[in-house]
């Protein structure tokens, strides 16, 4: 997760085309201090944004039809997720002409 966010913004920092990237990343704690892609973000608070929080409870897996053992039940989601936005100046001027309350 950290190779992708340090990925996305540097991609967005050195493209030279629109650029945006929306991530969803699992945050293992709530206070997000100890996620390393959460110190990117805070680093470049020009480039990077959080935009929302999808709980852990809300996080449901999807039935597979092959996965039949009734003794190792799939494990419960202990985290949650966190929606991020990474771009570059053209990609947000870009997002802007689109909807400017994307960002709020």
Known sequence: MLLATRHA???ADFSTEETAT????PSWNKNMITNFYASLCRIYPHTCKFLGTIPSDQLKYVK?????????P????????????????????CLNAHNKDWLK
Not at 64 to 72: D, E, R, S
Not at 78 to 93: C, D, F, M, P, Q
């Open 9 to 11: 913004i540097y991609s």
């Open 22 to 25: 929306f991530m969803l990343l």
């Open 64 to 72: 597979l039809p092959f996965w039949k053992n009734i003794q190792i």
């Open 74 to 93: 799939l494990s419960k989601h202990s985290w949650e997720l966190k929606i991020i936005a990474i771009w570059n100046t053209k990609g947000r001027v």
